[in-house]
């Protein structure tokens, strides 16, 4: 068990709704980063907050969005959703912001688009 | 050309082989070398994590890391059916990149 806690474990839903992912870094990490995996891309790094502050981007969508709040936890928006979306979403924590240092990861939420 | 490259297999091997695990890559300024373990419908367990050049062995484990060649290998000695999974290369250099992983079947 790394620690860090995703909710839900699965999602469905339709074309042109929203969703919201949810993510409870490990006791005592600061940084929180979200990734998209899916079968022929890999694992490819959304955003990282770090205490709260947007600390990187990556290949975010405009339609994505994010944010950390103050106990630390962070949610993941994803709108006006299209069947491409349909994905593995991780969150992963480390102690500081600095991308260097490991990040441990949750077990994700599967998100089917239908 | 991506910044890091791993054969994405599968590689199937018989239990108790050894099996050698690898990625390159093209961006001299990464320091810090990891490779995360992904069973199936869970999320990269992190295996070892390693700081520039040289050997780290953990268990049956042994990360290496040649940045001369910009190459980085993972050894698993004595494999067993539970290593069945894929294998995630990572690497910062104030950013992560991950491979794209190679999946690993160990056949009893």
Redesign the interface.
């Known amino acids: 068990d790394?620690g860090?806690t995703q909710t839900p474990k699965h999602l469905i839903t339709a074309t042109g709704q929203r969703v919201t992912l949810r993510c409870s870094p490990r006791s005592g990490d600061l940084s929180v980063?979200w990734y998209q995996q899916s079968l022929d891309q890999?694992?490819q790094?959304l955003i990282q907050y770090y205490n709260g502050e947007e600390r990187?981007k990556g290949n975010i969508l405009e339609r994505f969005s994010a944010q950390q709040f103050p106990d630390l936890h962070s949610e993941l928006n994803l709108s006006s959703l299209e069947l491409g979306d349909s994905a593995l979403y991780?969150c992963?924590s480390s102690v500081v912001g600095?991308?260097?240092?490991?990040?441990?990861?949750?077990?994700?939420t599967?998100l089917s688009i239908l | 050309q991506k910044e890091v490259e791993q054969d994405p297999g599968p590689l199937s091997v018989p239990e108790g082989a050894i099996v050698s695990l690898n990625c390159t890559y093209s961006n001299s300024a990464f320091q810090y070398f990891m490779w995360y373990r992904q069973y199936s419908r869970k999320g990269p367990e992190l295996l070892m994590y390693t700081y520039s050049s040289g050997n780290k062995e953990d268990g049956r484990f042994t990360a290496q890391v040649d940045k001369s060649s910009k190459y980085i290998s993972l050894f698993i000695r004595d494999s067993q059916p539970s290593d069945s999974a894929t294998y995630l290369c990572a690497m910062s250099d104030g950013d992560m990149r991950f491979g794209a992983g190679t999946r690993l079947t160990v056949k009893p």
């Open positions: 790394s860090v980063y890999g694992l790094f990187a991780f992963a600095d991308s260097n240092q490991p990040q441990h990861f949750g077990d994700g599967r």
